[in-house]
């Protein structure tokens, strides 16, 4: 079974940029959420998906944005771009239809974004 | 308040010994579960063991145990026979459900960075 996959891995963009990153999650898994993580903050919440409907949504700001297609795949876009975006994005993926649900959230390996 | 605190910035441990690493837990929500993750220098974050708010046992995965309090508000992990995979760090989380809207939100602790040594 095919595990949470992310692309690209690595990307490097110039400030003002946009960028747009993708996770497939594991077939079957219907919801998809993001995270960033950065030195400073550690790992933070940035939004949910589940059946292509935004349920949960962190503190950042409307830069941000993201969206689920019929197929569950999942990407998030970020306009604008500035240094302090450079992260690691990460998303998960987890079968639980409720937060009650012992499922696990299993993670993809991260698309590095770096911001010049 | 911080909803998840994990001290230890980081810890050492000798192979082969048992490891225990910190995390403690804020919420009001009756329903909820913990988590620990492992992250490599490579960045992926693995899955190691979830222990659920209503779960009588402590939850057990291989080397891996979770040492649940909850009148505490603890949730801490216990690595046994450490080997040099270990060498990571490691976070803990908690999801909410019920009352703060479910879904799959994972706060995160710091993380705690792992050395095993030889």
């Known amino acids: 079974k095919a595990g949470v996959t992310q692309t690209p891995r690595y990307l490097i963009k110039t400030r003002g940029q946009q960028v747009t990153l993708s996770c497939s999650p594991i077939s079957g898994h219907r919801s998809v959420s993001w995270y960033q993580q950065t030195p400073g903050q550690g790992l933070q919440f940035l939004f949910e998906?589940?059946?292509?409907?935004?349920?949960n949504k962190g503190n950042f700001p409307g830069r941000f944005s993201g969206r689920q297609f019929s197929n569950s795949r999942s990407e998030m876009n970020v306009s604008t771009l500035e240094l302090g975006d450079s992260a690691l994005y990460l998303c998960?993926?987890?079968?639980?239809?409720?937060?009650?649900?012992?499922?696990?959230?299993?993670f993809g390996q991260g698309t590095r974004l770096t911001v010049v | 308040a911080q909803k998840i605190t994990q001290t230890q910035p980081g810890m050492f441990v000798q192979e082969k010994e048992a490891v225990t690493l910190d995390c403690t837990y804020d919420?009001?929500?009756?329903?909820?579960?913990l988590f620990w993750y492992k992250q490599p220098s490579s960045g992926e974050m693995i899955f190691l063991i979830y222990?659920?708010?209503?779960?009588?046992q402590n939850a057990t995965e291989g080397r891996y145990s979770l040492n649940f309090q909850k009148a505490r508000k603890s949730a801490n992990l216990v690595i046994s026979a450490s080997q040099l995979g270990d060498s990571a760090m490691y976070f803990c989380a908690m999801r909410e459900g019920g009352l703060t809207g479910g879904g799959n939100k994972l706060t995160f602790g710091t993380g705690t960075q792992l050395k095993v040594e030889l």
């Open positions: 998906y589940f059946s292509e409907t935004q349920r």
């Open positions: 998960a993926s987890s079968l639980a239809l409720t937060g009650t649900e012992n499922t696990e959230a299993f």
């Open positions: 222990q659920g708010s209503y779960d009588q």
């Open positions: 919420t009001s929500d009756p329903s909820y579960g």
